[in-house]
């Protein structure tokens, strides 16, 4: 049985809505004012809010701009009632996240008609959300363990080589496993740094204050910071030479580490997915207010559909490509960009190559 909250200080209009509803197969929860409401959201978690605009104390829209602050009850579908055929109050509703208005006088039809709407739109949400989760743990259980097993394999197996046959082996030979050995661990201490990185976000994604308190300081983004990733991190050495960079020296909002980690992983899917000996362009451009970074590459590409379901664990045709990674990059990636209320934009073509375009605000200004 579906939960519907009703705010409204119209007594009489407030028991006509609950008995027709009740009698519609709703469970029915009320309130005359405002305040009330919200304390009923504290022990009932509606699938339907119901609110009257204009009420003495605490309005609609105060109630709205309360119920939005808290993630919980944010996604709530939120219906409001109003005696006002007011253009302007409509658009100011709907800019506060309201997702729909009902003019009084209405027909029980209409009612009935926007409830049905709005509750199937949420379930619509619920199920892709629920789709997407399961797509997910479908990805983890394949990538997650190749990801960790197959460079620990590496691991153990060299090592119990050199620990049964070492007085065998040619001092070449000792060096050359050893460095199978290291490169595995590499590659592991980076597979379980993604996943750390991805949760960490998750965290601060999900957590209001968390959010705030991370989401502050400044970079200062040119070449020599480029450089100074590039230099820093394991990049396949070999490519490092194709990598061109041209950017224009500013402030932006985004923390430096931040941005040394999303520039990793971006510069990192550019190596890994073009074709060798094909240039990979690092651009950075400073308008009035913001500033824009562009990587652009000489891969694959990827489909509009790929494009679309970019997200964690999702590596795309794995059967019939080798590289390495979890596709944990690009979740990575746009979780960082939306902490730091940036923008990113994937323009890409099939065989012929993919342009990943940032955009973040000027510090200062």
Known sequence: MKKILIIEDDKNLLESLSEVLVEEGFEIFTASRGDVGLDLLNSVVP???????????????EVLGEISKNETFATIPFIFLTARNERNDQRKAMDM?????????????????????????????????????????????????????TPLSGIMGFSE???NEAQYLKTEEVQEMAGFINESALRLKKTIEKYLNYSKLQVFLNDPNERKLVARGEAMISNSFITAVLNKEKFDKRRLKEVAVDLEESFIKINDDYLALLLTELIDNAIKFSRPNSRILVRGKKGVKNYWITIYDRGRGMSSQQLNEIGAFIQFNREMFEQQGSGLGLA?????????????????????????????????V
Not at 47 to 61: F, S
């Open 47 to 61: 699938d339907l809010i119901i609110c009257d605009v204009m009420m003495p104390g605490m309005d609609g829209y």
């Open 97 to 149: 996240g309201a997702d729909d208005f009902l003019n009084k006088p209405f027909s029980l039809d209409e009612l009935l008609s926007t409830i049905d709407i709005r509750l199937k739109k949420r379930e619509k949400a619920k199920q892709a959300s629920e789709e997407k989760i399961k797509n997910i743990t479908k990805s983890i259980s394949f990538s997650l363990p190749h990801e960790l097993n």
């Open 161 to 163: 080589v050199l620990i």
């Open 332 to 364: 990575i990636v746009n979780n960082i960009v939306t902490l730091f209320g940036g923008t990113i934009k994937f323009n890409s073509e099939m065989g012929l190559g993919t342009t990943v375009t940032l955009e973040f605000e000027l510090s200062g």
